[in-house]
């Protein structure tokens, strides 16, 4: 079974300084996540959404409360930074699969998925091709298929879109749904943009300012699959200006 959902109580982080106050980055986070649910995080710069996303996947300890995972004992993390982060003298292929190759699991049903996912991902024609050759856009695909590569049940995405273009960013956003739809992932996804939280997310947890607390969480109630026609439908502009007054 590859599944996880998990539970945080109480997580607080604070930040011991060398030179100042201490920084407290979070504060009484609540948060249960089920199975296969895509959910954003959005508040102001500064409020903790990072340091919450690296608290869920290991990368650092809350200074308080619990986190319990449920379905897999230690879930395996796929984890998507804001910068691509590409090997430069590996190919789209070789980068992609960086994580098979460390794990040492180059099976042939790994290798036959992560083709699947270069195809999925627009990138079949381009498994030869170094990053330098690439577009920030497609550089930002394979680093999302390298995430994806080994088929971990959970998703953690810090600003995945946020250097791209608007265009590219609406495009990769309906690619990633598409994904999503496919391997049934539980997505956790840090974003500035509020379109782009509604769009793409089962519920939007809407973080305060520093001590970053969660102010509400926000079931986006829109059909799927989501396409051009949602981002034009009445609903769609309601859930952004609700979510947009509530972050000012
Ligand atoms: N390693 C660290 N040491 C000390 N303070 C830190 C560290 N990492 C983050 N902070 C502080 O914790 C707070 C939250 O930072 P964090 O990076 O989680 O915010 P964020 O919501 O992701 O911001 P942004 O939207 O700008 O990316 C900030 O005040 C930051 O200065
Ligand atoms: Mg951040």
Not at 171 to 196: A, C, G, Q, R
Request: aromatic share 6%; proline share 4%.
């Amino acid at each position: 079974m590859n599944e996880v959902s998990f539970s945080a109580k109480n997580i607080g982080k604070i930040y011991h300084n060398l030179l100042k106050d201490d920084t407290v980055a979070l504060q009484n986070i609540n948060l249960d996540i089920k199975n296969g649910e895509f959910i954003s995080i959005i508040g102001p710069s500064g409020c903790g959404k990072s340091t919450l996303l690296r608290i869920i996947g290991g990368l650092d300890s809350p200074t308080s409360g619990t986190l319990t995972y449920s379905g897999e004992e230690n879930p395996e993390l796929g984890f998507v930074f804001q910068d691509s982060v590409l090997l430069p003298w590996k190919n789209v292929e070789e980068n992609a699969g960086f994580p098979l190759k460390i794990k040492k699991i180059e099976t042939k049903k790994n290798m036959d998925n992560l083709d699947n996912l270069l195809e999925l991902a627009g990138l079949a024609d381009f498994k030869k091709s170094l990053p330098r050759e690439l577009s920030g856009g497609m550089k930002q695909r394979v680093s999302i298929v390298r995430a994806l590569s080994y088929d971990a049940p959970l998703l953690l995405m810090d600003e995945p879109f946020g250097a791209l273009d608007a265009i590219t960013r609406d495009h990769l956003n309906i690619e990633l749904l598409k994904i999503w739809d496919k391997t049934k992932k539980t997505v956790l996804f840090v974003t500035h943009s509020i379109e782009e939280a509604t769009f793409l997310s089962d519920k939007v947890i809407v973080m305060t300012s520093r001590p970053g607390q969660i102010k509400e969480i926000v079931d986006i109630d829109l059909p799927r699959p989501r396409n051009e026609e949602t981002r034009n439908s009445t609903d769609f502009s309601k859930y952004n200006q609700y979510l947009r007054e509530m972050i000012e």
